[in-house]
């Protein structure tokens, strides 16, 4: 069936109008100069954090936040284990940065986990196919460290932000052995986004210039297998719905395939301030996610 030029003007509008999110959102700058603000105060009080390289490239590294002794507890004594959330944020591949977004960890560490901040190349000077690479990597060297940072590898969920819901969900996909580690406890994308081929008909393309091959195989949406033993899926209840869609569609993929997965759709919340339902006490995310990883029952080995 032939399909009219005006159709196809009226699909390229549709998924730019889901999809590019700058002009919709003015807001965006200064919400991400609060979250600046906030990780910059945050990296200069937290104890023991330090930088991971795990590439050539300065984009490639992690911040690495150990948890918080519990008040009382012997300095010298040493820890268990601790639990460790791995964040990976988003900016569709094209932009942002890790320690943009350092906040999110500050809670967590008070409460006895680990966060890794995971960084990596940007487009036009990487492909998508090359950042999931480098995140992979950067996963394989934290399991490969687990006893030297005190973190327990079979307690890990895997979060990230937009493009890094759809890395976070990628990684999930992906054996266990090929990472050097464990199932995860839980995968928690946020305002991700699961299939790619509608970018193609965006301006994001310009920057990240996946191939119509590329976009399909680096979709979470048509992968087969999950490596997690629960998946908590959040989207702004403002959001597009490009945006609310793909995570409805994607938690049905996973339910398909018989993993736990549930949809959270904050009311109120935009593709830019839900991060606040992840870093912040009293929101349901944050506490769903606390519970998952303090949960005494571990992910299958």
């Excluded at 590439?55 to 150990?66: L, V």
């Excluded at 996963?139 to 493009?163: K, M, W």
């Excluded at 995968?187 to 590329?214: A, I």
């Excluded at 399909?216 to 490009?242: D, I």
Aim: net charge negative.
């Amino acid at each position: 069936m032939e399909v009219s030029s005006y159709r196809i003007l009226e699909l390229v509008q549709r998924e730019e109008l889901n999809y590019s999110l700058r002009p919709r959102h003015p807001e965006r700058d200064s919400v991400y100069a609060d979250y600046r603000t906030r990780s910059e105060q945050f990296r200069a009080q937290a104890e023991g954090w330090k930088s991971i390289s795990y590439g050539e490239s300065e984009r490639c590294a992690i911040d690495w936040f150990p948890p918080l002794k519990p008040a009382g507890a012997d300095a010298g004594a040493p820890q268990a284990p601790a639990p460790l959330l791995i964040f990976i944020h988003g900016g569709f591949w094209r932009a942002l940065d890790h320690r943009l977004f350092s906040f999110i960890a500050h809670e967590y560490v008070k409460r006895g986990i680990a966060v890794a901040m995971l960084g990596y190349q940007l487009a036009p000077e990487v492909r998508v196919t090359d950042i999931f690479e480098q995140v992979c990597s950067a996963v394989r060297l934290l399991n490969a460290q687990a006893a030297e940072l005190n973190f327990d590898p079979h307690r890990v969920c895997i979060s990230g932000h937009s493009a890094g819901g759809q890395l976070a969900a990628m990684l999930s996909g992906t054996p266990p052995d090929q990472l050097g580690g464990h199932p995860l406890v839980s995968v928690v994308p946020v305002s991700g986004v699961f299939s790619l081929p509608p970018l193609l008909l965006t301006t994001v393309n310009h920057d990240v210039r996946m191939t119509p091959d590329e976009a399909l195989r680096m979709s979470p949406s048509v992968l087969t297998r999950f490596y997690g033993a629960q998946f908590l899926v959040a989207v702004g209840g403002l959001e597009t719905e490009g945006f609310i869609g793909q995570s409805r569609d994607f938690v049905d993929t996973v339910k398909g395939l018989g993993i736990p997965a549930s949809l959270q759709i904050v009311p109120g919340r935009t593709h830019f301030d839900i991060l606040e339902e992840l870093a912040s006490p009293g929101f349901e995310l944050f506490e769903r996610v606390l519970e998952q990883l303090l949960s005494p029952h571990l992910s299958e080995t």
